[in-house]
Structures are given as C-alpha cells and as structure tokens.
C-alpha cells in the first residue's frame, strides 16, 4: 500500500487501467443493505482510491464520502472537481474513523473496493460499529488473479510473472496480496457467523455467478461487540454452476497499461531503476512489464491471435464479503 502513496505512483493511469466492478456487483450490494432497514443517506467508501465506488454509489445515497490513505489517490478523484456534487474525499484510514471526520451513527453502508486486505481489522471493526447506523451494512469487494478464460494455459504464466523470485513477486506488500490472492478467505468477520441462507432468495441474480456460503476465516473473531448480526455474515464467491468475474477485452497495449497500475511495479522499478529507462517507450528494448507482454504476444501468436490487433478476453474472480449491524 505504501507505493500508491508515494509521488512518484502513476494515479492517473490508475484510474484509466484499473479494473472496475460491473453494475450488477452494485446491483447486489445495494439489494443486501436494503435488507432489514439499512437507509441510503450516507455511504462511506474505505480506500477509495480515485473514486470508483463512490462515483457507482452517488446516485444512490444523499451523500458519500470517499477516504483513502493515499492524498495522491485522493487528489485524483477530487479534481479538477468532484464529479459529484454529493461526493467529498478526504485522507483517512478504516483504523481511525473519528480522526477522518466521521462521526458516530452517521454511516448507513460501508464499502471497500479491493482494499480490505490492507486493513487491520481487530481496529477496523470496532470502528465500523461505531460509525454505522443500525442496520447498516459493511460491503467488501474484491478479486482476485487475472485469468484468460478462452486460453486457460496462459494462467500459467500470469502466475509466474507475480510470484517469480526474480521478477515482481517480491515487491508485492504482504500479508495483502496473499490475502487477494485467495479472495478475502483470510478476512474475518467481526462475530461468528450463523448466516441466514433464506437471506440469498431476497438478493438479485448476478450475471456469471451462482454464489455460495465461505465459512468465516476466524469463527471465533469477536470484534465491535455484539452489535453486528450474525445472520447477516456472509462470504459470496463464485459456486459450481457459475463463475462471477470482472470480464474485459483488452489488446496489448491496454493489457500493458493495467499491468503498470501494479504496485509492485513500481516497487520492483525502484530497486531497479536500471529496468525503467529499458522501457520500450523509452526507446529500450523492454523492460518487465514489456518482456511479460511480449510472452503473454508470443503465446498467443501460437493461438492464431494478433494481440496488437486483436482485443482478448481477461477475467478476474470475484468476491463480496457481507455484514450488518443490528437493529436498535
């Protein structure tokens, strides 16, 4: 998390190649925290980044506020003006709510968008409760390793690529990426979880998904008291009859620019600043992330595809992790 605070961390092209959640993610978060009276006057957005929630939430909540450790992060989704006039953004941290401006009982849905492996949630919880409404709802979105769906044998090579010792594996921050890499199971919820699955026929259908339960990674956590429902604590993953993922067709070119949103790029550049001036748009003859392109070009080439030309179909599995606060 450190190097999307850094100046040097390219947020703009963050926001231009990052993927995005499709509408029906929404779709589901919002029909959940309609569930047992959650309200729609204020939502909080937990590591903004540059604003994608936020800006998917606006129009569904008077007001949102967007908050993320990064001022760099932040400084892109404010300006040159909040594309929103309900949204504001500001620097914070789900560990210290008060210190960001939040104030008790004046959230109804907390969202986090690939963000809450970063966070410590024996802090994070209590800090929730506090801030929520009753029957308010907590929203953790993520997903997990880019796959290519029509050429199964090039996963391989995406996963080399990220955990290679000689590439950029190292410069990942961890426990996080582990934690993303295997879809928040690590992620605990704040009470043990005696989820309601009659709650799953109230939600709406997803496109490529058939979700199923996950067991909480710490069924004994007790986090915030007793003030969450426990009925309510749910982890939705892809299940056996369908695949829930973030799909994208991307040529070379936009699949190189979603690979340089990587902090481990950057990370990896700035022990090797050596690799960053062989970029080929440096006029080099490639540095990492163009000889990671070059290979995924050259397997594909062998496919009969002209990645230059050609857009192919990217996927990332998803997955949301679920909760509410009880009713007064």
Not at 138 to 161: D, M, Q, S, W
Not at 185 to 199: C, G, I, M, N, T
Not at 295 to 312: P, S
Request: proline content about 7%; some cysteine; overall charge negative.
């Amino acid at each position: 998390m450190a190097q999307f605070a850094k100046t040097t961390f390219d947020a703009a092209g963050y926001l231009a190649s990052r993927p995005t959640y499709p509408e029906r993610a929404y779709d589901l978060i919002l029909a959940y925290h309609r569930l047992r009276g959650g309200r729609t006057s204020h939502a909080l957005d937990l590591g903004c980044g540059p604003g994608f929630m936020a800006l998917n939430l606006a129009p569904h909540f008077d007001r949102v506020t967007g908050l993320d450790p990064s001022s760099k992060m932040v400084s892109v989704g404010a300006q040159p003006a909040p594309p929103a006039k309900q949204i504001t953004y500001g620097v914070g941290t789900s560990e210290d709510l008060g210190a960001a401006g939040v104030t008790p009982g004046s959230v109804d849905l907390v969202v986090a968008g690939q963000a809450a492996h970063w966070f410590d949630h024996a802090k994070t919880w209590p800090q929730l409760a506090r801030a929520l409404r009753p029957g308010g709802s907590v929203a953790y979105i993520g997903y997990g390793e880019l796959t290519f769906p029509k050429f199964p044998h090039l996963n391989a090579l995406v996963t080399r690529y990220h955990h290679d010792s000689a590439g950029i594996g190292p410069h990942f921050a961890q426990p996080g990426r582990s934690i993303v890499e295997g879809l928040l199971d690590r992620v605990p919820f704040p009470v043990k979880a005696e989820f309601d699955s009659a709650l799953l026929a109230s939600l709406p259908d997803v496109e490529y998904t058939d979700p199923s339960v996950h067991p909480v990674a710490d069924p004994s956590a007790s986090n915030g008291g007793d003030e969450w429902d426990p009925q309510t604590a749910v982890r939705l993953k892809a299940g056996t009859k369908g695949q829930w993922f973030i799909h994208r067709q991307w040529t070379s070119k936009e699949f190189e620019a979603y690979l340089r949103t990587s902090s481990a790029v950057s990370g990896y550049q700035e022990k090797h600043p050596e690799d960053k001036a062989k970029g080929k748009a440096q006029g080099g003859e490639g540095d990492i992330v163009d000889q990671f392109v070059d290979e995924v070009r050259d397997a594909l080439k062998k496919e009969g595809v002209d990645f230059d030309k050609e857009a192919v179909h990217c996927a990332y599995p998803l997955v949301l992790v679920l909760i509410k606060k009880k009713q007064a």
